[in-house]
C-alpha cells in the first residue's frame, strides 16, 4: 500500500511539473484573461468557482494528504518494528547457538585440546661464553704457556745481570762511576719494561674475548581502555550514549570490536561512527558539508553550551540530532547485552567515519555562512511541513526512496524558513519563502 500510494504521488508531481502543462495553464490563463475581458459576467463566475475551490475543495485535498502520509507512517513504524524484533530475534538465536558450540568445545577433551593448543615460540635471550684461562689438554694452550715461562725467564737473567753489573773504579773515578750506574739503572729499566710487555702479550693472546651474542628483546603491547570522557560536560542524552559505548567496550565479543576495533581498541569515534550510520546512509559529500556547518552553530545555543570539536561536545550532538540513534539508546537499559539494539546492519561503514571527522572539525559561524550552503537533512516522516517544502521544490536536494519517505537537504536559508514557518511569523507561500531565499 505505501509503495502504490509513493508511485502515485510521484507520477502526478511528474506530469503536474512536467513542460507541457506549465506551458498549458500560461496559454489557458491569456485565454480566460480575453474572454473575462470580454464577457464580465464569466469572470465573477471564476471568482465564486476560485473561492470554492480555496475554501473547500483545497482543505479538504490536504487533509486526505495528510490523512494518507500519516498512514503510511504508521504502516513504516509497524514494519519497521517487526523487522527489528525478527533482528533480535535472530541475533539471541545466533548467541545461544555460539554459547551452546563454545560449552560442547570445553567439555570434549580432544576438541578442548586443539582449539586451546598453544603455539611456543622460540625467544632468544643473551647469553654470555666464558672461555677456561687454562685447558691443558689444549696444545695450543701448552705452547703458550711455555712461551710465557721462557720470556719471565729471560727477563729474570737480564734484571739479574743489570742489577750485579759493578765496574773497576780507576784512579779519578768520579765521573766513570756516575755514567756506569747510569747505564746499570737504565739496562735494569728497559729490561723490566720489556718483559712486563712480553707478559701482558702473552696473557691476551692466551685469553680470547667473550663475544656476547645478539638477540631479540620482547616487547609487551599495553592493553587498551575505553576513552574516559567529563560527565559534567555531557547532558543527560549524552550520558546515556555514553553508557552504552561502555557496555559495547566491555563486550568484546560483539560484532563492533570485529568491525571497528583496532589497535587502539574500541574508541568513543568508533562508537559515534557507528550511530551515525545508522543515521546517514547516504555517502553524499553535501551530506557531510551539511555535518560540518551545523553542528557549530547547533552546539552554541544556550540550551546545549556544547563544543563540538571535543569528544564530550560531539558526543552531545549525536544525542540531540540523530533521532534514530537515540531510539536504540532509549531501548537500551544497563545491564542488557548491546547486540540487542545495536544490529549488524550498518549499510555504509566510512559514511559515519566522515560524519565524525565532520563534526569534530566545525568551528564554523552561522552568520559567515552562505544562504545556500547546505545546513540540514532528513526524512520527510520526521515533519508534513517537510513534505510541503519538498512538493514545493523548496529544497537544495532531495532523493526519493522505496519506501516513500523521501530524503532532502536543506540549505542554511531554507532552514530558517522552515523555522520561521513552524514559529508562526511565516506562511508556506512562494512570497514569504523568497523573503529568506531570494
Known amino acids: 500500500m505505501p509503495r502504490f500510494i509513493t508511485v502515485t504521488r510521484q507520477v502526478i508531481d511528474r506530469i503536474v511539473r512536467s513542460e507541457w502543462v506549465t506551458t498549458f495553464r500560461q496559454v489557458a490563463k491569456t ?40 498512514l503510511r507512517t504508521w504502516v513504516e513504524n509497524v514494519v519497521r518494528w517487526v523487522v527489528e524484533r525478527i533482528q533480535d530475534g535472530w541475533n539471541y538465536i545466533t548467541r545461544q547457538i555460539a554459547e551452546t558450540i563454545r560449552e560442547w568445545v570445553e567439555k570434549v577433551e580432544w576438541t578442548r585440546e586443539w582449539v ?175 555535518m560540518h556547518n551545523r553542528a557549530a552553530p547547533i552546539c552554541s545555543d544556550p540550551s546545549l553550551q556544547c563544543d563540538p570539536t571535543t569528544l564530550e561536545g560531539s558526543l552531545t550532538y549525536l544525542s540531540v540530532f540523530a533521532q534514530s540513534a537515540f531510539d536504540r539508546v532509549n531501548r537500551w537499559q544497563p545491564g542488557m547485552n548491546p547486540a540487542t539494539v545495536m544490529d549488524n546492519n550498518v549499510p555504509n561503514k566510512e559514511i559515519g567515519i566522515k560524519v565524525v571527522e565532520a563534526v569534530l572539525t566545525s568551528d564554523v559561524k552561522f552568520g559567515d555562512l552562505d544562504r545556500m550552503a547546505p545546513f540540514d537533512y532528513g526524512n520527510i516522516s520526521l515533519d508534513p511541513l517537510y513534505a510541503e517544502m519538498v512538493a514545493h521544490g523548496w529544497v537544495l536536494k532531495s532523493i526519493p526512496a522505496p519506501s516513500g519517505d523521501t530524503f532532502f537537504v536543506l540549505s542554511k536559508c531554507q532552514w530558517t524558513f522552515f523555522q520561521q514557518v513552524k514559529k508562526g511569523e511565516a506562511k508556506l507561500t512562494q512570497q514569504d519563502y523568497n523573503k529568506y531565499c531570494p
Open 31 to 70: 485565454f480566460w484573461e480575453t474572454v473575462t475581458e470580454k464577457v464580465p459576467l464569466l469572470g465573477w463566475l471564476g471568482k465564486v468557482i476560485g473561492f470554492i475551490w480555496k475554501t473547500v475543495v483545497k482543505p479538504v485535498v490536504r487533509w486526505v494528504t495528510e490523512a494518507i502520509r500519516t
Open 116 to 290: 586451546t593448543k598453544e603455539i611456543t615460540v622460540p625467544e632468544v635471550v643473551w647469553e654470555m661464553k666464558t672461555v677456561p684461562f687454562f685447558s691443558l689438554s689444549d696444545p695450543a694452550t701448552m705452547r703458550r704457556l711455555l712461551q710465557l715461562g721462557a720470556t719471565v725467564g729471560l727477563a729474570a737473567i737480564s734484571l739479574s745481570m743489570c742489577a750485579t753489573f759493578r765496574p773497576t773504579l780507576p784512579p779519578n773515578y768520579g765521573a766513570t762511576v756516575t755514567a756506569a750506574w747510569a747505564t746499570g739503572e737504565a739496562c735494569a729499566y728497559l729490561n723490566l719494561t720489556n718483559t712486563a710487555v712480553a707478559v701482558t702479550q702473552t696473557a691476551m693472546r692466551s685469553t680470547p674475548t667473550p663475544t656476547p651474542t645478539p638477540t631479540a628483546t620482547r616487547t609487551s603491547t599495553p592493553e587498551p581502555t575505553p576513552d574516559v570522557l567529563d560527565r559534567s560536560k555531557l547532558n543527560e542524552r549524552a550520558n546515556k550514549f555514553y553508557d552504552l559505548y561502555l557496555a559495547m567496550y566491555n563486550d568484546r565479543s560483539g560484532w563492533w570490536w570485529k568491525e571497528y576495533g583496532g589497535d587502539d581498541g574500541f574508541t568513543i569515534k568508533d562508537f559515534m561512527a557507528i550511530m551515525w550510520s545508522y543515521d546517514v546512509q547516504l555517502d553524499l559529500d553535501i551530506v557531510r558539508d551539511a
